[in-house]
């Protein structure tokens, strides 16, 4: 089935030092990715999305570009804020057809920037 | 209401009580989802609704799990019995479509009812 890897955190970081947040996936055909965002005491927020190979999604400063030949999908930031510390989920959902309607996730990277 | 409320929004029950989970989704959305978040497992689907079709309950763990969803609004989550790895958040979306559609909008998600058994 399908399936999204990320990588563990978690990750602690200075203000205005650079962010990599891994994440590769596992589908069948292309699906859709998305990179969700968690903040303290908050519920799940769409970060950015990428529907199609070689498209890049960008929010709030942050990116991520769909790679098809690696599957992958990274998250990055050029400088990260204080107000970043939050919980990253990468998530997939499948091609038109079947369950395309389930997220499915991966298991969330907590981020924490420090002043 | 602007977004999707869940009550309540902390829960400790004893072991082998049941529990009712309730989530209010924004106003005219159709599609419906509870989520479970667990400490290193990230999030599982539970089950979707999407207006007046049968729900998807594939990802519900066990039938002590049930949903329903009353009017094609409010939905309640009922877990029977409940066992100490129940503990953990659950989290309800709503979505006014589905599919990629849906999920380019961005599912709304409520802010969870962490569930604790002890």
């Known amino acids: 089935g399908d399936s999204v890897t990320q990588m563990e955190g978690p990750v602690t970081l200075s203000e205005e030092a650079f962010l990599t947040i891994n994440c590769t996936y596992t589908?069948?055909?292309?699906?859709?990715l998305f990179w969700y965002v968690q903040y303290p005491g908050e519920g799940l927020q769409l970060l950015l999305k990428a529907t199609k190979a070689d498209d890049k999604g960008s929010n709030k400063g942050f990116e991520a570009t769909y790679r098809k030949e690696t599957t992958s999908f990274h998250l990055e930031k050029g400088s990260v804020q204080v107000s970043d510390s939050a919980v990253y989920f990468c998530a997939l959902i499948p091609p038109r057809g079947g369950s395309n309607y389930k997220l499915t996730f991966g298991k969330g990277t907590l981020l924490t920037v420090n002043p | 209401g602007a977004g999707v409320s869940q009550s309540p929004s902390n829960k400790v029950t004893e072991k082998g009580k049941d529990v009712e989970l309730r989530c209010d989704p924004i106003?005219?959305?159709?599609?419906l989802y509870w989520y479970r978040q667990s400490l290193g497992q990230g999030l599982e689907f539970l089950i979707y609704f999407q207006g007046n079709s049968a729900p998807d309950k594939s990802g519900l763990p066990s039938d002590r799990f049930s949903a329903e969803r009353t009017g094609g609004s409010v939905s309640t989550l009922t877990i029977q019995r409940t066992q100490q790895e129940d503990s953990a958040v659950y989290l309800c979306a709503s979505s006014s479509q589905t599919g990629t559609v849906g999920a380019n909008y961005g599912y709304t998600f409520g802010s969870g009812t962490r569930l604790t058994v002890v």
């Open positions: 589908a069948t055909g292309y699906p859709s």
């Open positions: 106003s005219g959305h159709t599609a």
